[in-house]
């Protein structure tokens, strides 16, 4: 049975809840992008003879005369149906119905949309490596300054061995670096053109896709028309490899919170990085590092929820990976962005209490795994023999940490074994923090001889990363001042 009640388009509810919210999110995060498609498609389409030099002469004055003010402000009233609509209205009033009329051919809404989502996705992907690159520097600049600096390192948050300032912050430098590499490849897939798919399955017309991508800044071409359509993967994979960079980051900013506890008293943020309360007067609140843990946390969920909202979707054109979707990939890599650039910001003005760090390295039986070592390595003892006395030693020091009795009780046990006895300067040097981190001297460890050239090798490889993404910049404005370039100069061919 028919309905008693029909609506003209667009319904009020219609316009309210989705078109007027589609309207404004394609002003905000699209107009630039659609426009430098209408430039470079009509390029094209004149070059290969399907619309006359005339046609897009005129084209290109209109385009050129857009109140480009005035559509971004806009207010979404009904009268068109989206932004595309609007553009081309104005376009109309400007050079005509007929020839505006003749930029859309072989041209869908659907490959302009989705050439637009990925121009403004590769710009994110970009700016998302050049934060996380800042991140890195600020890292290893203190990574390279505090190489030798004694600090305890942790398993299961407690005590368990001496390792270097340095040592540690290269570990996430090395987390980093593995980020911007998923980041690069992203942006490999993502920066390949669908324009020229048209709604599914191209055109009957002689179009020339690698100019177009040309033109745009592509580096080739999502090449099947039905996938440069359907396939979302361009997505899916952009927003894992940010989840995944911030459930990294998200672990170290929980790391510099606790820190900064008194209780742990590692580090201090400066004054321009802390709070006080409003009721407290000695407090000193490192707020900005639990801002850049929550951002990171919604930029993580964030990309999760547009993968869920991707999940068992058709294989086709429709909008769930479009219209009301966008808006919330953009979300994600803006608070992405929000809390890296946060975090290079506080790294840059940290201080850290490196007397409080040695002294918790010296203590808590941090050593006492060299100690075990030294035994089996020269007392010839089996590790579980030089382990077990070892750890008796701990158990017999009831929680007081005292080199010198440890070792009374060392000895005393290898002369019950009869076992190769060393000398005492050998089992308290095996007990020195500085000695348990120098004689670890194997690939990715904390000695000077190990350390210093993973040091290098990651300043060397965050200038080719900061390189790489310079270049991508510089060739996607090469590419628009190309192509304005080429526009300028087709009326005076």
């Known amino acids: 049975m028919a309905s008693s009640k029909s609506s003209k388009f667009p319904a009020d509810v219609y316009r309210e809840q989705v078109l007027s919210h589609v309207f404004h999110d394609a002003q905000r995060l699209f107009l630039p992008s659609m426009l430098e498609i209408d430039y470079a498609h009509v390029l094209m389409l004149a070059e290969q003879k399907i619309i006359s030099r005339e046609t897009a002469a005129n084209c290109f004055r209109g385009l050129a005369l857009l109140p480009m003010e005035e559509i971004a402000a806009a207010k979404y009233d009904g009268s068109v149906e989206d932004l ?49 690159i800042a991140v890195r520097s600020a890292l290893l600049k203190i990574a390279s300054e505090q190489r030798a600096t004694l600090i305890p390192a942790y398993t299961h948050n407690q005590p368990a061995q001496p390792t270097t300032l340095g040592h540690y912050l290269m ?39 690698e100019r177009t991508a040309e033109l745009l800044g592509f580096k080739g071409l999502q090449v099947n028309t039905y996938g440069a359509i359907a396939a979302v993967d361009y997505i899916t994979e ?16 929980q790391e510099m919170l606790l820190w900064s506890t008194a209780e742990f008293g590692f580090l201090r943020l400066s004054d321009g990085y802390v709070q006080v309360s409003s009721i407290m007067p000695q407090k000193r609140n490192p707020v900005p590092l639990e801002h850049a843990r929550i951002l990171a946390s919604r930029a993580m969920s964030e990309s999760q929820a547009v993968l869920n909202s991707l999940h068992n979707t058709p294989f086709a054109d429709m909008n769930d990976s479009e219209d009301s979707l966008q808006p919330l990939v953009d979300l994600a890599f803006a608070d ?39 035994l089996a390595r020269d007392a010839r003892l089996s590790f579980h023999d030089a382990h077990t006395i070892v750890s008796a030693a701990v158990k017999a ?20 074994k009869q076992a190769q006895v060393l000398s005492r300067n050998a089992l308290l040097r095996a007990l020195d923090p500085e000695n348990f981190v120098a004689v670890r001297t ?17 300043q060397k490889q965050a200038a080719e990363d900061a390189a790489w993404r310079f270049g991508e910049v510089e060739h996607l404005t090469a590419a628009s001042n190309n192509l304005h370039a080429a526009v300028k100069a087709f009326g005076r061919d």
């Open 397 to 416: 020091s009831n929680g007081r940490y005292q080199p010198a009795a440890m070792v009374d009780f060392v000895e005393k046990a290898l002369q019950e």
């Open 171 to 209: 570990a996430f430098v090395e987390v980093l670096e593995r980020d911007t590499e998923r980041v690069r490849a992203a942006y490999a897939r993502v920066n390949r053109s669908p324009l020229g798919a048209c709604a599914i399955t191209g055109t009957g017309f002689p179009i020339h896709r």
């Open 442 to 458: 194997t690939p990715g460890g904390p000695a000077p001889s190990a350390l210093d050239p993973q040091i290098e090798r990651a």
């Open 238 to 253: 952009s927003c894992s490899v940010l989840a995944t960079l911030m459930v990294n980051f998200g672990r170290f900013a």
């Open 336 to 374: 992405g962005l929000r809390a890296l650039r946060l975090m290079a910001g506080v790294l840059e003005e940290t201080s850290y209490n490196f007397e409080r760090m040695a002294e918790r390295a010296h203590g808590d039986f941090l050593a006492v795994t060299e100690l075990a070592d030294t």
């Open 84 to 132: 595309f609509f609007l553009v081309e209205k104005k376009l109309a009033e400007l050079c005509g119905e007929e020839d505006a009329g003749r930029v859309h051919t072989a041209r869908s809404r659907n490959d302009l949309d989705m050439t637009m989502y990925r121009m403004v996705l590769r710009k994110r992907l970009l700016e998302v490596a050049e934060a996380c």
